[in-house]
């Protein structure tokens, strides 16, 4: 019985981080407006210590052209950006 509800709430768990992994967003592209994005520092988006953990699987990312900042799935490797923000540019 035991290892049944132990069994149960593993299984809520890891499908609540797979639905929250889903939903987050596939780098290195801004979901607001497109643009390339840049490693964004910690302090900025305020992460905690307990999020850590989710370093393995996102990366904290900021768009130098709207201004968004978040988490984003790790993918493909992200493009140079130039001083405006825009791809291909030097970094």
């Known amino acids: ?21 889903r939903r987050v967003p596939e780098g290195p592209s801004c979901p607001r407006c497109g643009a390339a994005t ?3 520092d910690r302090d900025v988006i305020g992460a905690s210590p307990p999020a850590a953990w989710l370093d393995r699987w996102t990366a904290v990312r900021s768009c130098p052209v709207c201004g968004w900042d978040g988490r984003q799935r790790r ?3 992200p493009e140079p950006v130039g ?5 291909g540019g030097a970094p």
Not at 1 to 21: E, H, Q, R
Not at 83 to 87: K, V
């Open 1 to 21: 019985m035991l290892l049944t509800i132990f069994a149960s709430i593993t299984l809520g768990v890891m499908a609540t981080l797979a639905y929250y992994l």
């Open 75 to 77: 993918g493909r490797e």
């Open 38 to 40: 840049r490693q964004a």
């Open 83 to 87: 001083q405006d923000g825009r791809r």
